[in-house]
């Protein structure tokens, strides 16, 4: 199985920093990421895809970069709504898997 | 309205059995591969399982942790996904989602509001 594995577990930030999440695949998983966001007591959105697409209606301040076995999330600018715990997934094979997800909290 | 809302969770013994259901509306159904994800409590997402589409013949596949345990049906006169879970264990505690799947990349792009299945005596 591919493991993902992602840093930080846990993110303090303050509204306007720019954060970046690292998602790193056990082997190459070519660009078959996404990300999702969860708030508490609500099911995952779809941010991006395709290791660098943004899902429609997701604002710009988000992208995605990186193929093979490391990828990356970054917030531009955080918003109070971007609170949230972030996971990425692969696509690339079966099972799927989920990073063990990333918590950012306001400072 | 282009939804899936999901319904069957309950408190159920160890041992026991229980089926989810997905009611999906707003699209073609017949067209899309569907998943299964679970969420234990306090705990990351977890890939249950998958039913690809018509296209596919509905072909499925399972996280090992379900396999031979937990049955992915769709029934597509009532545009609705299925999950039998048998033999049930403590461990299969969580908030259960369907999700739709789409495009190459086969993203989840839309998901239902979750149901919660407990497994306890």
């Known amino acids: 199985d591919i493991q993902l594995t992602q840093s930080p577990s846990f993110l303090s930030a303050s509204v306007g920093d720019r954060v970046t999440i690292t998602c790193r695949a056990s082997?190459?998983?070519?660009?078959?990421l996404a990300w999702y966001q969860q708030k508490a007591g609500k099911a995952p959105k779809l941010l991006i895809f395709a290791a660098s697409t943004l899902q429609s209606g997701v604002p710009s301040r988000f992208s995605g970069s990186g193929s093979g076995t490391e990828f990356t999330l970054t917030i531009s600018s955080l918003q109070p709504e971007d609170f949230a715990t972030y996971y990425c997934?692969?696509?690339?094979?079966?099972?799927?898997?989920f990073g063990q997800g990333t918590r950012l909290e306001i400072k | 309205e282009v939804q899936l809302v999901d319904s069957g969770g309950d408190l159920v013994q160890p041992g026991g059995s229980l089926r989810l259901s997905c009611a999906t509306s707003?699209?073609?159904?017949?067209?899309?591969?569907m998943d299964w994800v679970r969420q234990a409590p306090g705990k990351g997402l977890e890939w249950v399982g998958r039913?690809?589409?018509?296209?596919?013949?509905?072909?499925?596949e399972y996280a090992a942790s379900v396999k031979d345990r937990f049955t992915i049906s769709r029934d597509e006169s009532k545009n609705s996904l299925y999950m039998q879970m048998n033999s049930l264990k403590t461990e299969d505690t969580a908030m259960y989602y369907c999700?739709?799947?789409?495009?190459?990349?086969?993203?989840?792009?839309?998901w239902g509001q979750g149901t919660l299945v407990t497994v306890s005596s």
């Open positions: 082997q190459a998983i070519s660009n078959y």
């Open positions: 039913t690809r589409n018509k296209a596919n013949e509905y072909t499925t």
């Open positions: 707003g699209f073609t159904f017949s067209d899309h591969y």
């Open positions: 997934q692969h696509l690339n094979t079966y099972p799927i898997t």
């Open positions: 999700a739709r799947s789409v495009g190459d990349f086969r993203r989840f792009d839309l």
